[in-house]
C-alpha cells in the first residue's frame, strides 16, 4: 500500500500512531510519571484492597510495560515494534527501573532486586504480549503470571 492509501485508510490500529512526537510527550510523561510514584518516601494502595502489599508490587510489571510500549513505538511510529527495538525499550525500561529502586534506597525506602525483576517482567512482557495484536491473551496471562512470582516473593514479610 502506498503512502497516499494508508493515509486514505484512516488511523488504524491503537498501536499505530503516527507522530513521533505525540509518543515522545506520552513516553516523557509517564516517565515523569513513574518518577513521581517511586521516588516518594512513601507510597502504598488504598488500605480496602486485598493483598495491598502485593497489588503495590505486582503494579510494577504494567506500569514499566506501558512505559516500553511508548518507548518502542517512539522508535518507530506507525510501525508495530518488533525484535530489536522491543528489546532495547525493555532493557533501557529495566535499568529506568533499577535506577528508580536505587533512587528510593536514598529517599527512606528499601530498594528491591524483586521489584526490578518485576519492572523486567513487564517492560519485556507487556510489548510482546501486545504484539500479538489482543490485550486479553494467552500472552497475557503468561506475562501477568511471570510478573506474580517476584511480586509474591517481594510480598512475602520479612
Known amino acids: 500500500m502506498n503512502e497516499a492509501a494508508t493515509r486514505r485508510a484512516g488511523p488504524g490500529p491503537w498501536w499505530a500512531l503516527r ?9 516523557l ?3 515523569g510519571l513513574l518518577w513521581a510514584l517511586l521516588t516518594k518516601s512513601s ?18 510489571a504494567p506500569l514499566f510495560g506501558i512505559q516500553a510500549v511508548l518507548l518502542a513505538l517512539a522508535f518507530a511510529p506507525g510501525r508495530p515494534a518488533r525484535g530489536r527495538v ?11 527501573g533499577g535506577g528508580l529502586e536505587w533512587i528510593q534506597g536514598r529517599v527512606g525506602r528499601t530498594p528491591s ?24 491473551s494467552p500472552r497475557a496471562l503468561i506475562v501477568m ?5 517476584p511480586a509474591g516473593l517481594a510480598s512475602v514479610p520479612a
Not at 507510597?43 to 510494577?60: A, E, L
Open 19 to 27: 507522530s513521533r512526537a505525540l509518543l515522545v510527550v506520552l513516553l
Open 29 to 31: 510523561a509517564w516517565t
Open 43 to 60: 507510597i502504598s494502595p488504598p488500605g480496602w484492597i486485598p493483598w495491598r502489599r502485593f497489588v503495590g508490587n505486582f503494579s510494577h
Open 86 to 96: 522491543l528489546l532495547v525499550a525493555g532493557l533501557l525500561v529495566t535499568a529506568y
Open 113 to 136: 532486586l524483586l521489584d526490578v525483576a518485576t519492572d523486567a517482567a513487564g517492560a519485556f512482557g507487556v510489548p510482546w504480549a501486545l504484539s500479538g495484536g489482543r490485550i486479553v
Open 145 to 149: 503470571a511471570l510478573a506474580a512470582i
